[in-house]
């Protein structure tokens, strides 16, 4: 199916075109444009994915530099960018009588499928990073701007210190597949002692997938970056 993307955020707007003709005369675009929700969670996960990749190819740099960026406004600016109608490749269960069908997305996910690409693109240099040990603190410039729970920051920063070849095993994996269920299983052993004190993770695979990925990009492109700081052990913070 051919996509006109239009990413709004916070949500991620997908409007696809289901249908080539031309509308009939007197039509409006706004007769044929259904908000769509997929209950399929394969199939949700999979079309993020490859809207991650059609932003890389239609809007250029723009979604390497929103992981890149480090205040709000350049953020919103981004987004801006990243914003807008344009066709992409994106398989959506459709029907030949509606021309678009819209699909938001949140923020946190959208940063870390763009990650997954990136990582993709860049596996020689992934494969190059090695284990590190583990930190009594991890603090990132970059954690304000995810939108995510800090806590969950915070661990999937210090996983992809510690075990980065189990996170590329994680991108590599097919959404909701038993490979990535693997790739899961293998990463609990560091995820745990990565925890902060009195936190656990509640909720679906998708943002966790999301803030490893991410975790794992921003190690390889900001391999010095530490701020000064130490993991809380005060608030007994639960990240969903």
């Avoid at 007769?31 to 809207?51: I, P, S, T, Y």
């Avoid at 350049?74 to 819209?102: F, H, Q």
């Avoid at 701007?145 to 980065?164: I, K, N």
Wanted: aromatic share 4%; hydrophobic share 40%.
């Amino acid at each position: 199916m051919v996509m006109r993307l239009m990413p709004v955020f916070l949500g991620f707007i997908v409007v696809g075109s289901a249908a080539s003709a031309d509308p009939p005369i007197g039509s409006r675009l706004g007769e044929r444009l259904e908000k769509h929700q997929v209950r399929n969670e394969h199939d949700a996960a999979e079309a993020a994915h490859k809207l991650a990749g059609c932003i890389l190819v239609k809007r250029g740099s723009a979604g390497r530099d929103l992981l890149s960026a480090r205040s709000d406004e350049e953020v919103k600016r981004l987004r801006g960018m990243i914003g807008g109608a344009y066709e992409c490749l994106v398989d959506l269960p459709g029907n030949d009588t509606v021309e678009a069908v819209s699909v938001s997305y949140p923020p946190d996910i959208v940063r870390g499928d763009i990650a997954e690409e990136l990582l993709k693109r860049d596996r020689a240099a992934v494969a190059q990073l090695q284990p590190l040990p583990i930190q009594k603190s991890y603090a990132r410039s970059w954690f304000a701007f995810t939108g995510r729970d800090t806590s969950v920051d915070e661990m999937a920063d210090c996983v992809a210190e510690t075990d980065p070849t189990g996170i590329m095993l994680l991108v590599d994996s097919d959404p909701t597949s038993g490979a990535e269920t693997a790739a899961f299983s293998g990463l609990l052993p560091y995820m745990g002692p990565c925890l902060r004190a009195g936190t656990k993770l509640e909720g679906k695979r998708e943002p966790l997938r999301a803030a490893l990925a991410e975790a794992l990009y921003q190690r390889l492109k900001n391999p010095g970056e530490s701020l000064a700081g130490t993991r809380s052990k005060a608030p007994q913070a639960q990240a969903k």
